[in-house]
C-alpha cells in the first residue's frame, strides 16, 4: 500500500530541511562578493576530495539505479552488477591517466577540450550532442524513474512527483557547484543508509518466507539455491539476456568503453574534479571508486531477491501493470512499500537524496555547457562574469521545464536502466575515440576529429537498425558489442584521415594538449588504495564467474 506514517512524514522533512538549510548555509558562508563563473560551475578548487567522491556518486546513482537497476536484477541478475564493479576499475584509469591532462591544460568543460584539441566546429558538435543527451536521456529518465517510484510508495499522483522533483532540483542547482557538491555528502550518506535498509527488509523477508526467520545470510544462501542462474557476471550465449550482456564485453570490449566514455569524457562527472588541484581530485575519484563497490548491494541484491519471492508465488499481483505485463521495475517500489513506519520515510529519502543530487549533477553540468560553450561563444562573446552566471540559471530552470514534459512519455519502458545505456552508447563510442587520439596521438588532425563527432550515432544507428531493415540477413549485435564496433571503426578512419592529410608542424601546434609522463605519476597511497580495489574486484568475478 502506497500509505505513508506520521514517522514516514517526520523522517522525510528532516531531510528536506537538513539538505535545504545545509546547503543555503554553504551557499552564504562560501559565497565571495562577486560570484565568478569559474566559482558557480566548478567551485573554484573549494571542494575537497571526500566532496568531490561524494559528488560524483550522487550525481551518478540516481532512481534508474534504485528502480532500474532492481529491475534488472530481477530479470537479469547479477550480471548487471558489472556496470558499477567495472565503474570502480575505470575510476582508476581516470584518475592516472585522463584526469591530469585535464588540470594540466586547464580544461573546465569538455567542447573546451575539443576547441583547443581540434577546431569550434568538433567543439559546438560535440556540445550540441551532449546537451541532447543530457536532456532527452539523463534528465527524463531520472524524472520519470524517481517519480515512478515515489509515486509507487507515497499518495501522491506522479505528475505531483515529477513537479516535486524537478522544483527540488533546481533550488540545490541554483546555488552552483559548491552547493552541491558539499550538499552531496549528505546526499550520499542518506542514499546508502536508505538502500541498506531496503536490502536488509529484502533479504529478512526472503529468510521469513522460507522459514528461517529474520536471517539476512540464510537470504543470501536461499538466493544461491533458488536462482543460481541470477549469480553470473559472465553470461554466455544461451542466456536469454545474452544479448544485453554480452559475455566477455562487460569486462574488456563495450563495458569498458561505455565506462571511459562516462568517467572520463562526461561533463557532468570530470567536472567535479576539474576544480580541484591533482593530489586532491585523485583521492575524491579513488573515494569514489570504493563507494562503487557497494552500489550492487543495495541496487541489485533487492531485485535478485524479488525474482525468488515472485518465483515462489508472492508478489505477484505488485509485479505486473494494469494489463497484466510482468514489470521488472516494480520490484523496488513493492519492497519499499513493506517498510515499517519510519524506515520507510528514511528509504523515500534516500530515493529522494538519489534523484535530486543527480538531477542537480546533471543540470548544473547542461548550464555549464551551454553557458561557456554556446551562449557565450555565439551569442555573447563579451559576458560579464554576473550574465553568464545568470544564464547558467536560466537554463538550469528551462532545461528541467523541457525535461519534466518529456518524462512521461517514457511510461512504455519495461528495463529503464538498458534504455538509457543503450541510446547513450550511441555516441559514447565516438566521444572516446576524439578523447583518447586527441590525447594521445599528436598526429590525429582536426579533421579526423571532424569525422569521429560527425560518424559516431550514424554508424550505431546503422547496426541496430540494419538487421531490421534487412529482415535479418545482417548480424544483430548485442549494443556493446556495437559499441566496440563502432569504436574500432571511428578509431581506424580517424587514424586514416590523420594520416591521409597531415597538417603542418605549426597547425600542430595551435591544436596540441600538454602531455608529459611526470603528469602520470602517484602517491603510495593511491598506489595502495588501487591495489585494494583491484584485489575485490578480483575476487568478486572469480566467485560469481
Same mark, same amino acid.
Given at each position: 500500500?502506497?500509505?505513508?506514517?506520521?514517522?514516514?512524514?517526520?523522517?522525510?522533512?528532516?531531510?528536506?530541511?537538513?539538505?535545504?538549510?545545509?546547503?543555503?548555509?554553504?551557499?552564504?558562508?562560501?559565497?565571495?562578493?562577486?560570484?565568478?563563473?569559474?566559482?558557480?560551475?566548478?567551485?573554484?578548487?573549494?571542494?575537497?576530495?571526500?566532496?568531490?567522491?561524494?559528488?560524483?556518486?550522487?550525481?551518478?546513482?540516481?532512481?534508474?539505479?534504485?528502480?532500474?537497476?532492481?529491475?534488472?536484477?530481477?530479470?537479469?541478475?547479477?550480471?548487471?552488477?558489472?556496470?558499477?564493479?567495472?565503474?570502480?576499475?575505470?575510476?582508476?584509469?581516470?584518475?592516472?591517466?585522463?584526469?591530469?591532462?585535464?588540470?594540466?591544460?586547464?580544461?573546465?568543460?569538455?567542447?573546451?577540450?575539443?576547441?583547443?584539441?581540434?577546431?569550434?566546429?568538433?567543439?559546438?558538435?560535440?556540445?550540441?550532442?551532449?546537451?541532447?543527451?543530457?536532456?532527452?536521456?539523463?534528465?527524463?529518465?531520472?524524472?520519470?524513474?524517481?517519480?515512478?517510484?515515489?509515486?509507487?510508495?507515497?499518495?501522491?499522483?506522479?505528475?505531483?512527483?515529477?513537479?516535486?522533483?524537478?522544483?527540488?532540483?533546481?533550488?540545490?542547482?541554483?546555488?552552483?557547484?559548491?552547493?552541491?557538491?558539499?550538499?552531496?555528502?549528505?546526499?550520499?550518506?542518506?542514499?546508502?543508509?536508505?538502500?541498506?535498509?531496503?536490502?536488509?527488509?529484502?533479504?529478512?523477508?526472503?529468510?521469513?518466507?522460507?522459514?528461517?526467520?529474520?536471517?539476512?545470510?540464510?537470504?543470501?544462501?536461499?538466493?544461491?539455491?533458488?536462482?543460481?542462474?541470477?549469480?553470473?557476471?559472465?553470461?554466455?550465449?544461451?542466456?536469454?539476456?545474452?544479448?544485453?550482456?554480452?559475455?566477455?564485453?562487460?569486462?574488456?570490449?563495450?563495458?569498458?568503453?561505455?565506462?571511459?566514455?562516462?568517467?572520463?569524457?562526461?561533463?557532468?562527472?570530470?567536472?567535479?574534479? =576539474?576544480? #580541484?588541484? @591533482? %593530489?586532491?581530485?585523485?583521492?575524491?575519484? $579513488?573515494? +569514489? !571508486?570504493?563507494?562503487?563497490? /557497494?552500489?550492487?548491494?543495495?541496487?541489485?541484491?533487492?531485485?535478485?531477491?524479488?525474482?525468488?519471492?515472485?518465483?515462489?508465488?508472492?508478489?505477484?499481483?505488485?509485479?505486473?501493470?494494469?494489463?497484466?505485463?510482468?514489470?521488472?521495475?516494480?520490484?523496488?517500489?513493492?519492497?519499499?512499500?513493506? =517498510?515499517? #513506519?519510519? @524506515? %520507510?520515510?528514511?528509504?523515500?529519502?534516500? $530515493?529522494? +537524496? !538519489?534523484?535530486?543530487?543527480? /538531477?542537480?549533477?546533471?543540470?548544473?553540468?547542461?548550464?555549464?555547457?551551454?553557458?561557456?560553450?554556446?551562449?557565450?561563444?555565439?551569442?555573447?562573446?563579451?559576458?560579464?562574469?554576473?550574465?553568464?552566471?545568470?544564464?547558467?540559471?536560466?537554463?538550469?530552470?528551462?532545461?528541467?521545464?523541457?525535461?519534466?514534459?518529456?518524462?512521461?512519455?517514457?511510461?512504455?519502458?519495461?528495463?529503464?536502466?538498458?534504455?538509457?545505456?543503450?541510446?547513450?552508447?550511441?555516441?559514447?563510442?565516438?566521444?572516446?575515440?576524439?578523447?583518447?587520439?586527441?590525447?594521445?596521438?599528436?598526429?590525429?588532425?582536426?579533421?579526423?576529429?571532424?569525422?569521429?563527432?560527425?560518424?559516431?550515432?550514424?554508424?550505431?544507428?546503422?547496426?541496430?537498425?540494419?538487421?531490421?531493415?534487412?529482415?535479418?540477413?545482417?548480424?544483430?549485435?548485442?549494443?556493446?558489442?556495437?559499441?566496440?564496433?563502432?569504436?574500432?571503426?571511428?578509431?581506424?578512419?580517424?587514424?586514416?584521415?590523420?594520416?591521409?592529410?597531415?597538417?603542418?608542424?605549426?597547425?600542430?601546434?595551435?591544436?596540441?594538449?600538454?602531455?608529459?609522463?611526470?603528469?602520470?605519476?602517484?602517491?603510495?597511497?593511491?598506489?595502495?588504495?588501487?591495489?585494494?580495489?583491484?584485489?575485490?574486484?578480483?575476487?568478486?568475478?572469480?566467485?560469481?564467474?
Amino acid at each position: 500500500m502506497n500509505v505513508l506514517q506520521t514517522a514516514d512524514y517526520i523522517v522525510f522533512f528532516i531531510y528536506f530541511i537538513i539538505v535545504t538549510s545545509y546547503g543555503m548555509y554553504i551557499y552564504r558562508s562560501k559565497k565571495t562578493a562577486a560570484t565568478s563563473s569559474n566559482e558557480y560551475f566548478l567551485a573554484e578548487g573549494s571542494l575537497t576530495w571526500w566532496a568531490i567522491g561524494a559528488s560524483l556518486i550522487a550525481s551518478n546513482i540516481s532512481a534508474e539505479h534504485f528502480i532500474g537497476m532492481s529491475g534488472s536484477g530481477f530479470a537479469i541478475g547479477l550480471a548487471i552488477a558489472s556496470y558499477e564493479w567495472m565503474s570502480a576499475a575505470t575510476l582508476i584509469i581516470v584518475a592516472m591517466f585522463i584526469l591530469p591532462i585535464y588540470l594540466k591544460n586547464k580544461i573546465f568543460t569538455m567542447p573546451q577540450f575539443l576547441a583547443k584539441r581540434y577546431s569550434g566546429t568538433v567543439s559546438t558538435i560535440m556540445a550540441i550532442i551532449w546537451l541532447l543527451i543530457y536532456v532527452f536521456v539523463n534528465l527524463t529518465s531520472i524524472i520519470y524513474l524517481g517519480a515512478l517510484a515515489i509515486s509507487s510508495i507515497a499518495p501522491v499522483s506522479f505528475q505531483f512527483c515529477v513537479i516535486g522533483l524537478s522544483l527540488f532540483s533546481v533550488i540545490v542547482t541554483l546555488g552552483g557547484m559548491k552547493v552541491i557538491g558539499y550538499t552531496d555528502m549528505f546526499q550520499v550518506i542518506v542514499l546508502i543508509l536508505g538502500g541498506l535498509v531496503t536490502t536488509y527488509l529484502a533479504l529478512t523477508l526472503l529468510s521469513d518466507q522460507f522459514g528461517f526467520g529474520n536471517d539476512i545470510l540464510k537470504g543470501l544462501s536461499i538466493i544461491a539455491q533458488e536462482a543460481p542462474g541470477h549469480l553470473h557476471m559472465i553470461l554466455d550465449e544461451s542466456n536469454p539476456h545474452y544479448n544485453e550482456l554480452p559475455g566477455m564485453s562487460v569486462l574488456v570490449g563495450g563495458m569498458l568503453i561505455n565506462n571511459l566514455a562516462y568517467w572520463g569524457c562526461n561533463q557532468y562527472i570530470v567536472q567535479r574534479a =576539474l576544480g #580541484a588541484d @591533482l %593530489k586532491t581530485a585523485r583521492k575524491g575519484i $579513488l573515494f +569514489a !571508486a570504493f563507494l562503487k563497490l /557497494l552500489v550492487p548491494i543495495i541496487a541489485v541484491l533487492p531485485g535478485i531477491a524479488m525474482f525468488v519471492m515472485h518465483e515462489n508465488g508472492m508478489f505477484q499481483q505488485e509485479m505486473v501493470d494494469a494489463a497484466g505485463v510482468l514489470k521488472p521495475d516494480h520490484a523496488y517500489p513493492t519492497l519499499m512499500n513493506l =517498510l515499517p #513506519a519510519g @524506515l %520507510k520515510g528514511v528509504a523515500l529519502a534516500a $530515493l529522494t +537524496a !538519489a534523484i535530486v543530487a543527480s /538531477l542537480a549533477g546533471k543540470a548544473n553540468s547542461i548550464s555549464t555547457i551551454f553557458s561557456l560553450d554556446i551562449y557565450k561563444k555565439y551569442f555573447n562573446s563579451q559576458a560579464s562574469e554576473k550574465k553568464l552566471v545568470r544564464t547558467g540559471r536560466w537554463c538550469v530552470v528551462v532545461c528541467m521545464i523541457i525535461a519534466a514534459f518529456v518524462a512521461p512519455a517514457l511510461k512504455t519502458l519495461d528495463q529503464a536502466y538498458q534504455f538509457i545505456q543503450e541510446y547513450v552508447g550511441f555516441f559514447s563510442p565516438g566521444v572516446l575515440a576524439i578523447f583518447l587520439l586527441g590525447m594521445f596521438w599528436k598526429k590525429t588532425t582536426p579533421a579526423a576529429g571532424l569525422a569521429g563527432a560527425l560518424l559516431t550515432v550514424p554508424l550505431a544507428a546503422i547496426l541496430k537498425f540494419l538487421p531490421m531493415w534487412t529482415e535479418g540477413s545482417f548480424p544483430d549485435y548485442p549494443f556493446l558489442d556495437r559499441m566496440t564496433i563502432v569504436f574500432f571503426i571511428i578509431v581506424f578512419i580517424m587514424i586514416a584521415i590523420s594520416l591521409a592529410n597531415p597538417v603542418s608542424e605549426e597547425e600542430a601546434k595551435v591544436h596540441e594538449i600538454e602531455v608529459d609522463k611526470s603528469m602520470f605519476r602517484v602517491s603510495s597511497e593511491f598506489i595502495v588504495g588501487s591495489f585494494i580495489i583491484s584485489g575485490i574486484l578480483v575476487a568478486l568475478y572469480t566467485v560469481f564467474w
